[in-house]
């Protein structure tokens, strides 16, 4: 059973540049949820997809757009790159977005804005 | 709104000693907690959650954590450190029945285990 992949799993891009970051969630899973995780800080929660509509959002900006689509994988889009996105993205799936369900992780995609 | 605070960003201990990591919450409502561990380039991985229920809580790789209402903790625990424990670790909460799985982390703490 393939657990939460990310894609790509690095990527090195330009100030002002987009960047779209892929997710498919453990098989059976229908919600994702995005994390950014600085160096040497804790993962922070972006946003998170059910039924193909954000239902949450962390303090993020408009800069930061998702999407799911109907076979629940998911992608994140980041516009207009600042030096400070530079982090790893993390993708968590789970079984509906029920409290105490616990989230799988993938292995990140790691983002560097030069 | 939730918080958390992870005591001490680094934890050096010897292999077969205690492992103690602190993890102190704050939440308007009952909490949902969790612990993960994160080895180097690597996502996150479960290693316990207390919801309801029993107070202490025991997870995978011999680690338990303790829920205390009255004082506001969650730490973890293992009564011998291996070597293969040494990696970052990460105390998380979500806001009881009010959220959908949304978690709120701490800032890590790194163990390193000497041989």
């Known amino acids: 059973d393939a657990g939460v992949t990310q894609s790509p799993t690095h990527l090195i891009k330009t100030r002002g540049q987009q960047v779209t970051l892929r997710c498919s969630p453990k098989?059976?899973?229908?919600?994702v949820s995005w994390y950014q995780q600085a160096l040497g800080q804790g993962p922070q929660f972006i946003f998170q997809?059910?039924?193909?509509?954000?239902?949450q959002r962390g303090n993020f900006p408009d800069r930061f757009s998702g999407h799911q689509f109907p076979n629940y994988s998911s992608e994140l889009n980041v516009n207009a790159l600042l030096l400070g996105d530079s982090a790893l993205y993390l993708c968590?799936?789970?079984?509906?977005?029920?409290?105490?369900?616990?989230?799988?992780f993938g292995q990140g995609t790691r983002l560097t804005v030069v | 709104a939730q918080s958390v605070t992870q005591l001490g960003s680094h934890v050096s201990v010897s292999e077969g000693a205690l492992v103690l990591l602190r993890c102190n919450y704050s939440?308007?409502?009952?909490?949902?907690l969790f612990w993960y561990v994160q080895y180097p380039n690597q996502g996150l991985q479960l290693l316990l959650k207390?919801?309801?229920?029993?107070?202490l809580v025991k997870g995978i790789n011999g680690f338990e954590a303790e829920f205390k209402k009255s004082e506001t903790s969650f730490h973890l625990t293992k009564p011998s450190a291996h070597m293969s424990d040494a990696a970052e670790y990460f105390c998380?909460?979500?806001?009881?029945?009010?959220?959908?799985?949304?978690?709120?982390f701490g800032e890590g703490t790194q163990l390193t285990v000497n041989p």
């Open positions: 098989s059976g899973h229908d919600t």
């Open positions: 968590a799936s789970s079984l509906v977005p029920a409290v105490g369900t616990e989230a799988f």
């Open positions: 207390y919801t309801t229920g029993a107070t």
């Open positions: 939440s308007s409502v009952p909490p949902y």
């Open positions: 997809y059910y039924e193909e509509e954000e239902r």
């Open positions: 998380a909460v979500t806001p009881g029945e009010t959220s959908g799985s949304r978690l709120t």
